[in-house]
Nanobody, 123 residues
Framework: QVQLVESGGGLVQAGGSLRLSCAASGRTFSSYTMAWFRQAPGKGREFVAAIRWGSFVATYKDSVKGRFTISRDNAKNTVYLQMNSLKPEDTAVYYC????????????????WGQGTQVTVSS
């Protein structure tokens, strides 16, 4: 079993920054793809960004490109989401996900999910 725990959410003004962390425990392989999703009230879960543990290749939702950066620290088994130039529409619960299949994780069917961390951006 892989356990994922998100942290780093909070309240920030528009234009500000936050860094989210997702710490993984249990059996984790370097081939796992890690991703961030988000869910706003009344909305479905939305893909934000993904990165493979075995490389530094990343992919992003178009609306966050140039503002958000996903990264990883293999020694700490942790993935990060650096969020800059935050907008009110970024307000959501952010979830970390992991799977050995990059295809599965990109369509929202990853095997493992964290509990989520709230990000609120005020205008």
């Amino acid at each position: 079993q892989v356990q994922l725990v998100e942290s780093g959410g909070g309240l920030v003004q528009a234009g500000g920054s936050l860094r989210l962390s997702c710490a993984a425990s249990g059996r984790t392989f370097s081939s796992y793809t890690m991703a961030w999703f988000r869910q706003a009230p009344g909305k479905g879960r939305e893909f934000v960004a993904a990165i493979r543990w075995g490389s530094f290749v990343a992919t992003y939702k178009d609306s966050v490109k140039g503002r958000f950066t996903i990264s990883r620290d293999n020694a700490k088994n942790t993935v990060y989401l650096q969020m800059n130039s935050l907008k009110p529409e970024d307000t959501a619960v952010y979830y970390c996900a992991a799977d050995t299949s990059s295809q599965a994780i990109l369509i929202g069917t990853g095997a493992y999910w964290g509990q989520g961390t709230q990000v609120t951006v005020s205008s």
